[in-house]
């Protein structure tokens, strides 16, 4: 009898240091995009080599469009640029599939992200992705060979 | 005496292996030169430096925490400029943009008042000299001495303002 009394207490012990863990790492996510929203490179690179694949409107929001059939908006720090972006984005519908990447620099410190994914949050956009960069556009898709722009 | 010819003939075919400096990204190494325009577009080569010592600052006018580096460089420039180091006589500063606007990239510089040279092929992260040097991110920079020989990589601040200290000529 004691021994399933401290089996029970044990595995609530586990659920709730479970929970509380789980609350403090959603409380870390201060980012505006989530898990979800982020597309890994080898899956965008896949899905551009395959002309059969429903291909996402790409819009490049960094100093360069380096990832083939992408659109260079320009950096979306500028607010000029992010104009140009909104303008280019109002046309589409709002389940539209489209993936945004900058790559310049670590997320940590990429100035353009951040402008550009409250945008599509703030525009009502339910379909979008952030290509997963963490380092920059050289590291994590040019020397995977991924597609790059002619 | 066959033996003693075989063993002067391979000491002899190696005497260039021994002498030569293998060209690579480690510490020991002979950099890798670099041959690129400069703002009015005249080819300028790493090599044209030797015998000074010299940091290949690779940075980039969108990359923010080389912007923010750039004051300490100037800082350090008008320090070690004219010194007299164990290695070599005079400290350069090769900056390599990874900018792909050359306005951008131009005005960045006169906002800075950078002084020392700049070089850019303008090819942002496409840029061959990122796969020759691996640049994995920036900031990132080389220092090597007066034979071009890497000394050290990716020092800022003050530690480069130490390195560059206990080199100087005592």
């Known amino acids: ?150 | 005496m066959k033996k003693l010819l075989l063993i002067i003939a391979l000491f002899c075919i190696n005497i260039p292996f021994l002498y030569s400096q293998t060209v690579g990204l480690e510490i020991g190494n002979t950099a890798p030169d670099i041959r690129l325009p400069d703002l009015k577009g005249a080819p300028v080569s790493l090599s044209a430096f030797k015998g000074k010592v010299v940091l290949i600052d690779f940075w980039a006018s969108w990359c923010a925490p080389c912007v923010k580096e750039q004051p300490k460089l100037a800082e350090l420039y008008k320090q070690y400029k004219g010194s007299v180091f164990n290695n070599g006589k005079g400290f350069e500063i090769y900056g390599v943009s990874l900018d792909n606007k050359k306005a951008e990239w131009e005005s960045s510089i006169k906002k800075m008042n950078i002084n020392w040279i700049q070089v850019s092929d303008l090819k942002f992260w496409t840029s061959p000299v990122a796969k020759t040097y691996n640049i994995q991110a920036l900031p990132f920079n080389v220092l090597i001495d007066g034979k071009g020989i890497i000394l050290a990589k990716n020092l800022h601040g003050n530690e480069l303002d130490q390195f560059l200290r206990n080199l100087l000529q005592s």
């Open chain 1, 1 to 150: 009898m004691k021994k399933t009394k401290i089996i029970i207490l044990s595995l609530f012990a586990l659920a709730y240091i479970a929970t509380a863990f789980q609350s403090v790492s959603a409380q870390n996510s201060n980012e505006p995009w989530t898990q979800q929203q982020l597309l890994a490179p080898a899956a965008l690179a896949k899905t551009i080599n395959n002309p059969k694949s429903a291909q996402p409107i790409i819009y490049c929001v960094g100093p360069q469009a380096v990832i083939k059939n992408s659109i260079e908006v320009g950096s979306a720090q500028v607010p000029a640029n992010l104009s140009n972006f909104k303008q280019q984005i109002s046309r589409l519908p709002k389940n539209a599939n489209i993936v945004i990447y900058c790559g310049c620099c670590p997320f940590e410190v990429c100035p353009n992200v951040r402008p550009a994914v409250n945008l599509l949050k703030e525009m009502k956009f339910t379909n979008f992705k952030l290509l997963n960069l963490p380092h920059n556009i050289k590291a994590d898709w040019i020397d995977s060979g991924y597609p790059v722009s002619e």
